[in-house]
């Protein structure tokens, strides 16, 4: 039996980097507000109709407070945090599972001293994020724990 042309084995190395995978911006600057976050594309195949990517953000960093259609599947590798799911927020270690819903809020943050990575597993074809209107933003700031949250003050 041949092996597929598009097996592969890309060898993972220190600093969570992979063979053969660039290291990209996590958006494009000025596009929604984030600190300190990269992203690599580990794996995207039409015949699966998804993507694996890995994000990382330095300590203090944290992703785009978003949501869409698609759902997420992520899965802590590295440090600790905290993610903002709806109007919960909860604490997040390496092997945490985390499933996001379709049009869920929701954002990460590295909170700990370390740097915060994660796989996340999405649909190839996608919807574009969608930001909060000041009127949802000071909906989801009621919620004390929340404030402190999108603040950096968790």
């Not at 698609?70 to 899965?75: G, S």
């Not at 909860?90 to 370390?114: M, N, S, V």
Request: proline fraction near 5%; aromatic fraction near 10%; glycine fraction near 8%.
């Amino acid at each position: 039996m041949a092996v597929d042309d598009l097996a592969n084995l890309r060898a993972f190395h220190e600093g969570f980097r992979w063979d053969e995978i660039g290291l990209l911006p996590y958006k494009e600057e000025g596009s929604a507000p984030f600190k300190a976050i990269s992203r690599q594309l580990l794996f995207a195949d039409p015949r699966l109709a998804s993507e694996l990517r890995y994000f990382e953000m330095a300590a203090g960093g944290y992703s785009t407070l978003e949501r869409h259609q698609h759902m997420h599947a992520v899965m802590i590798l590295r440090g600790v945090g905290h993610c903002l799911l709806g109007d919960e927020v909860r604490a997040c270690k390496a092997y945490d599972l985390i499933t996001i819903p379709p049009w869920t809020w929701h954002q990460f943050r590295a909170t700990g001293k370390e740097a915060l990575g994660f796989l996340c597993m999405v649909n190839a074809e996608r919807d574009k994020p969608q930001l909060p209107s000041d009127d949802e933003l000071a909906a989801l700031r009621k919620a004390p724990r929340v404030a402190a949250f999108l603040d950096g003050n968790l």
